[in-house]
């Protein structure tokens, strides 16, 4: 399905848009069950974003674009306007050898991507399409590993059970197989072998070597958390180093995502709930300068992790130095959380913080329409932003927003 053919042209797009009285909200990365996700499905996460009045929603998942089609249908039955993103985990092996954590805190070198206004219908070209998808084989691979090790950790402790990795694969995923979903399926298990809830607290301290569950018994996404934490993480029992295999080089991920017809844009840790960055993050402005020798002009931010003050000063910084800076919540764990943005402590965005986000997704919007229609959008194939018209990008992207909710 071609949505774009629906569309009127720019010429009637631009003479008919209307300044919205308000601004739209956005919500520019968001995981589905096509990876992992407090959602338990497509049409669960796009109710919530009508209900709470958000207009422009970004699929985000890792390692693959399956969930597009039916985002697309979904976003068109709503009045919701779609932004067709990706995300992978890619290695910048000057920076490993060097120690400096990018946005991984606990691995030099490891670095999170994404990539926004991917073409749809999906049009990735060899050799990017099979090295896409030997990264999605690969992480099934770690998964099944983890899987072997966890059994045979019930097996010595005698739970009477063990977890199915083709179960796993078949009821709780769409295809892509993570630690996340390894952990739900074995609290699922205890929960079914000890219903009794005194009877759970006992085997939760044998499963973990001797150490309480800390979690309320009632709390799933805190008991995951804790089951990742003890047993899949590194020092876990179930642990299962990944294979270099499983991480492109970062120039190999932001050629797949410029060959997918996106843009590829860095996700920013900034603050933690310490105050602290991490090496590569420490400035704003060396961050700017090495993305940009990197060809990188697109940022993003996960807005719940940071304070309302670091998001204005780094969204502004880096919207004035010409980037295109976005922000969303993940919905990447079992806990379910607003789609409507908010800063740490729950702390409303300033409109500052919402006119960035807005224009950001406009010029994705335009991105996405014109590369459809025009077969070039913000950036070319080499990467190379057309920053000098960035507002012309965002106008269009406004016109195309209106159309599309203005259905509601």
């Given amino acids: 399905m071609n949505i774009w053919e629906k569309l009127p042209s720019k010429q009637v797009l631009l003479g008919s848009a209307l300044v919205p009285d308000k601004i739209p909200m956005v919500n520019a990365h968001l995981h589905t069950p096509f990876s992992f996700s407090a959602f338990e499905s497509i049409k669960q996460a796009l109710d919530l974003a009508v209900s709470e009045n958000v207009s422009v929603v970004g699929i985000n998942d890792f390692n693959t674009t399956d969930g597009y089609a039916e985002w697309a249908d979904l ?21 490993q050898a060097a120690g400096i954590r990018v946005n991984d805190p606990n691995n030099p070198g490891r670095t999170y991507l994404s990539g926004k206004g991917l073409a749809f219908p999906q ?91 800390k979690s309320d018994i009632e709390n799933n996404a805190a008991i995951e958390n804790e089951i990742r934490g003890n047993l899949l993480k590194a020092g876990g029992a179930a642990f299962v180093p990944e294979d270099p295999a499983g991480f492109l080089d970062m120039d ?3 050629k ?36 940009r020798k990197r060809g990188i002009y ?5 807005t719940t992790r940071n304070s309302i003050e670091v998001l204005e000063d780094y969204a502004g910084y880096f919207y004035d130095q010409g980037f295109v800076v976005t ?79 203005q259905k509601k």
């Fill in 75 to 95: 976003c068109a039955v709503k009045s919701l306007f779609p932004l067709f993103n990706i995300e992978m985990i890619s290695l910048n092996r000057e920076d």
């Fill in 123 to 213: 049009k990735l070209t060899e050799p990017f399409a099979s090295q896409l998808k030997s990264v999605q084989q690969e992480s099934n691979r770690h998964a099944a590993r983890m899987c072997v090790k966890v059994n045979d950790l019930l097996t010595l402790i005698g739970a009477g059970f063990s977890i199915s990795y083709s179960e796993i694969e078949a009821n709780l995923t769409r295809g892509n197989v993570r630690e996340r979903h390894l952990a739900k399926a074995i609290r699922e298990k205890i929960v079914h072998a000890f219903p009794a809830v005194s009877a759970q607290k006992v085997f939760w301290e044998v499963l973990f070597g001797g150490k309480s569950l």
């Fill in 252 to 254: 190999m991920v932001c």
């Fill in 256 to 291: 797949i995502i410029l060959h997918a017809g996106g843009i590829p844009t860095y996700p920013l840790l900034a603050d933690d709930a310490n105050g602290k960055f991490t090496d590569f993050e420490k400035t704003k402005e060396s961050v700017a300068t090495t993305l």
């Fill in 298 to 302: 697109s940022v993003e931010f996960i």
């Fill in 327 to 405: 922000f969303g919540t993940e919905h990447n764990t079992p806990a379910m959380e607003p789609i409507a943005l908010f800063a740490r402590n729950s702390q409303p965005l300033s409109k500052l913080l919402m006119e960035i986000n807005y224009k950001g997704a406009s010029v994705l919007a335009a991105h996405q329409y014109l590369q459809a229609t025009e077969g070039k959008g913000y950036v070319d194939v080499s990467g190379m932003p057309d920053t000098a018209n960035r507002k012309d990008f965002e106008i269009l992207g406004n016109a195309l927003i209106q159309f599309a909710v």
